[in-house]
């Protein structure tokens, strides 16, 4: 089992380009998540989705930010224009829900770490 | 918010029981308490949940009092590998989102 993809690892970008991060979920999991940690704010939500429909986006903190899932596969995190203060560590994670309480376990990805200057 | 209380961080020497505790004085009868660790660099890792009876796996176990506002998790023989940040969580039934609070991080002493 490959686990969670995600890509790029690292990424280092000037101010106001755009960044695209990318994850692969496990292969039969229907549910994925977008988390960003960063020292101040720890592990934060920002989006989830259920069957590739977005459910919960309130994370998102704003329109500068856009997820996407077009297919149970992929899913992509974009933000345009970036800033300085999104510097940090993006992860995925995904899980089968509903399922079993085990089944439901969330698993993450390596995380892609942001930087912009 | 996190409906988890936690110490910020503890130690524990290599090869002892490491006993990580967490308030959930609030939890309510269908959330389950969920433990994840992260370590350094990496994504969190699921170790362990449970309800209200006593749990336990590979990892570590998992003792839940029985008023259930709060638990102790246990890993058995600490080795270095286990320096890390815990995360105490509690997460409804037939709920999908985990909020993460601050954890505990417990450094392992040689």
């Known amino acids: 089992d490959a686990g969670v993809i995600q890509s790029p690892r690292h990424e280092v970008t000037e101010m106001g380009q755009e960044v695209t991060l990318r994850c692969k979920p496990i292969s039969g999991h229907n549910s994925l998540f977008w988390y960003r940690q960063t020292m101040m704010r720890g592990l934060e939500l920002l989006i989830y989705f259920n069957n590739n429909v977005p459910i919960d986006d309130s994370g998102m903190p704003e329109d500068r930010f856009s997820a996407k899932m077009p297919n149970a596969s992929f899913s992509t995190l974009k933000i345009q224009p970036s800033e300085p203060r999104d510097s940090a560590v993006y992860f995925c994670?995904?899980?089968?829900?509903?399922?079993?309480?085990?089944?439901?376990?969330?698993?993450f990805g390596p995380g892609t770490r942001l930087l912009v200057l | 918010d996190a409906k988890t209380t936690q110490p910020p961080s503890m130690d524990c020497a290599e090869g002892r029981a490491a006993n990580l505790p967490c308030n959930h004085s609030t939890i309510s009868g269908n959330e389950y308490v969920y433990w994840y660790r992260q370590i350094h660099s990496q994504g969190p890792q699921y170790i362990i949940h449970g309800l209200k009876n006593n749990e336990t796996n590979e990892m570590a176990s998992l003792i839940i009092t029985e008023d259930r506002k709060s638990s102790t998790l246990i890993l058995p023989h600490a080795t270095l590998r286990d320096t890390a940040v815990y995360y105490c969580i509690v997460r409804a039934n037939r709920d999908d989102k985990i909020i993460f609070g601050k954890g505990t991080r417990l450094h392992i002493l040689p």
């Open positions: 994670a995904s899980s089968l829900f509903p399922g079993t309480r085990k089944r439901e376990t969330q698993y």
